[in-house]
């Protein structure tokens, strides 16, 4: 019965790779059809079991099917309320944003206003860009080399990563990319503090140069930190940095928390440990609770907009605000926060131990439960700067060995190189034991097999 089981799955998965669109990413690896999902483990449609540690890209922080929002979600199903809404006033509307506002730090949500954008964080993205060149007059915008800021034309333009964009023209004019403290890879060859210090002087002068080459811009947008560019934290001292210089120069300071936001750092919000209060903070993923929704909060200030100035049907995603208030509620639970960082700081120093022991491990970084695993080649000599070459073929097929070990985890980063973790943030000590011993499993599968 198992044997024919495996045959129909891979019936099912040719089918589908034989229709689907070449753009498609995640399924090209995970060979699997999933059938069900309970919290931190999900299972293939032949009863077998994994642990999560992708989370839907960390669209899932509470993991698959939590009961604290199923049971609202139910309820609302059953209740007749409207299932769409546009951005009309509805219960669920203003139950969602009575949330938002007591998750939103308080120094920033008592001046700010909202915008119910598109299902994705790339709207909203693009909501940013919109609302502060309408605001400020001006046409630049700066983005950090490594962002990640979505798929949309706008959000695209503002990507570090180049082969997404390689053959498509028409992005907007005058974006500038800006060094990013990436301090395994120091964009200046120098240990991290003097990355941090040099990145600042960088965008500084950059910005008081008066023949610097950009005219004032718009925004700056940034994360704190990098999701797919590979799991890379910025100190709080560079975000506080970064927030006095943007403050200084009069240049509105917008925050990409749609992957690292809602408890996925320890803090609510990831800038949060820097103690800095931004002009704007651009939120999707884990704020619709797994279901599609993003929000753009800005300074009231900056709200310059005439009606229809950024619109969409599915702006009001009424399931998604439902979802996504339980989720927010859950998360403000006394101790939620200080589950994570423990979690977290336990899933980072079982990695670094592994560090020990597997030269191919270059570094270990992040914070809470965001982290990632830069996998290196350690007999390939390094670069002018001193950085040690990236091994993509190794995390490709370390991703793999993961799976057939039941782990389910991605690849990110500077040519593919970093494993990033991202499970739900309801794990326990034993999930986080359990992960890293599946995790060293199919490392050592991979290198004792083979010319790694």
Not at 32 to 39: K, M, Q, S, V
Not at 122 to 133: C, M, N, Q, R, T
Not at 218 to 236: D, R, T
Request: charged share 20%; proline share 5%; with cysteine.
């Amino acid at each position: 019965m198992l044997i024919n089981d495996m045959i129909l799955t891979q019936e099912k998965l040719s089918f589908l790779a034989e229709r689907e669109s070449n753009a498609r990413t995640y399924n090209r690896d995970i060979d699997r059809i999933f059938a069900r999902g309970a919290l931190s483990r999900v299972f293939d449609s032949e009863g077998r079991e994994y642990i999560d540690c992708l989370a839907c890209a960390g669209a899932l922080p509470l993991g698959h099917n939590h009961p604290s929002v199923q049971s609202k979600v139910r309820e609302f199903l059953e209740s007749g309320q409207l299932q769409q809404a546009l951005d009309i006033a509805t219960p669920a509307k203003v139950t969602f944003i009575e949330e938002l506002y007591r998750t939103l730090p308080s120094a920033f949500a008592k001046n700010a206003k909202f915008q119910c954008c598109g299902p994705s964080g790339s709207d909203a993205v693009e909501a940013a860009i919109k609302l502060f060149k309408t605001a400020t007059g001006r046409r630049s915008v700066l983005a950090f080399q490594g962002a990640y800021h979505g798929m949309t034309m706008g959000a695209l333009g503002l990507m570090g990563n180049t082969e997404p964009k390689a053959k498509v023209s028409g992005f907007m004019s005058e974006i500038q990319f800006l060094p990013f403290p990436y301090s395994f890879r120091s964009p200046f060859g120098t240990d991290p503090a003097e990355t941090d210090r040099l990145c600042l002087a960088y965008i500084d002068n950059l910005l008081s140069d008066p023949e610097s080459g950009i005219t004032k811009p718009a925004l700056i947008i940034v994360e704190a930190i990098q999701g797919e560019g590979g799991c890379i934290p910025a100190s709080a001292r560079w975000l506080k940095g970064l927030r006095e210089i943007t403050e200084y120069h009069d240049i509105p300071l917008v925050l990409d928390e749609i992957q690292c936001g809602f408890g996925r750092s320890g803090d609510m919000f990831a800038f949060e440990y820097a103690d800095i209060v931004p002009d704007a903070i651009v939120m999707s993923k884990a704020i619709g609770g797994g279901y599609p929704l993003s929000i753009l909060a800005y300074q009231k200030k900056f709200d310059c907009w005439t009606p229809g100035s950024h619109a969409g049907t599915f702006r009001g995603n009424q399931i998604a605000m439902v979802s996504g208030a339980a989720t927010m509620e859950y998360l403000r639970q006394d101790g939620m926060l200080n589950r994570v960082r423990e979690t977290g700081a336990l899933l980072k120093s079982q990695l670094e131990q592994l560090k020990t022991r597997f030269p191919c491990i270059g570094d270990v970084r992040g914070r809470g439960l965001m982290v990632g695993v830069e996998m290196i080649d350690p007999n390939a000599p390094s670069n002018r700067l001193g950085h040690r070459a990236t091994n993509a073929e190794l995390a490709k097929a370390l991703k793999k060995a993961c799976l057939r070990r039941g782990l389910i985890i991605e690849s990110g980063g500077r040519h593919g190189g970093v494993m990033r973790f991202l499970p739900p943030l309801i794990l326990t000590t034993s999930d986080v034991i359990e992960i890293v011993k599946r995790f060293e499993a199919a490392l050592s599968d991979i290198v004792g097999a083979s010319k790694y």
